[in-house]
């Protein structure tokens, strides 16, 4: 079970900074953390933010990405490759060189600067096919990042009224190449699909809200109403009601 231990909750009250994003202070920053595997779906998060969001628009794409067993000029040289196929498929601009470029982050990040990019950037993203806690997803709230995410997963556990918005998906057969076990995410299962549309939608809602002071009411009603509901004491409290 996630929890929070009661000395931890002290990091959510600070300010931190992610000195590398300086130059794009005057832009709406979407953001995601997590594998680049095909469960966590970074294709349909590149897609609609490329749809959505003309090249002339002050916005920015953020994915923090990781690889297990490849390392970080791995992980930069993959993600590159990847994100520049799904442009040349959506052929929305002659070359690629005219949509706006992304920000990949390979690297491992100390907790100061992952709790920097939570706190410097705007709109969380998750367009994960099944998620179960998702602890960026849980920081991103923490700190008043608007938080995008598959409607119907364990992140709804800790997101309420306009902390972020569920977007509708649906259900089809699992089909990847990689799998932590060989019998996981083979074609019996399934995993939701996101609704693209769906998703720009929310991303383009988020785009227009846009205001710091709204990240600050959105932190400070984490703070009292999400975060101490996952200390390890209020934790422990639900598990004896249960048993």
Not at 183 to 206: F, G
Request: charge should be negative.
């Amino acid at each position: 079970i996630p929890m929070v231990e009661e000395g931890d909750l002290e990091k959510y009250s600070k300010s931190y900074e992610y000195s590398n994003l300086d130059d794009h202070k005057d832009e709406f920053k979407f953001y995601f953390i997590g594998e680049h595997v095909p469960r966590k779906n970074i294709e349909a998060l590149v897609v609609a933010f490329n749809a959505e969001f003309g090249s002339h628009e002050p916005v920015r794409l953020i994915i923090k990405a990781n690889i297990t067993g490849k390392d970080e000029e791995e992980v930069l040289s993959i993600l590159d490759d990847d994100i520049n196929k799904i442009k040349v498929d959506c052929k929305l601009y002659h070359t690629n060189s005219m949509y706006k470029s992304e920000i990949l982050i390979p690297v491992r990040l100390t907790e100061e600067e992952m709790m920097g990019l939570h706190d410097t950037c705007d709109c969380f993203v998750m367009p994960s096919r099944g998620e179960a806690f998702c602890m960026p997803a849980f920081d991103a709230i923490a700190f008043g990042s608007y938080t995008i995410h598959v409607r119907g997963n364990g992140i709804r556990e800790y997101i309420y009224g306009n902390q972020g918005d569920g977007v509708d998906s649906t259900l089809v057969p699992c089909r990847c190449d990689t799998r932590p076990i060989e019998y996981l995410y083979t074609s019996r299962d399934n995993w939701a699909d996101i609704n693209i549309l769906s998703l720009q939608h929310s991303m383009r809602t988020a785009f227009n809200r846009k205001s710091r002071s709204d990240k600050q009411l959105r932190k400070e009603w984490a703070a009292a109403n999400v975060l101490p509901q996952y200390t390890s004491q209020a934790i422990a409290e639900k598990i004896e009601e249960r048993l």
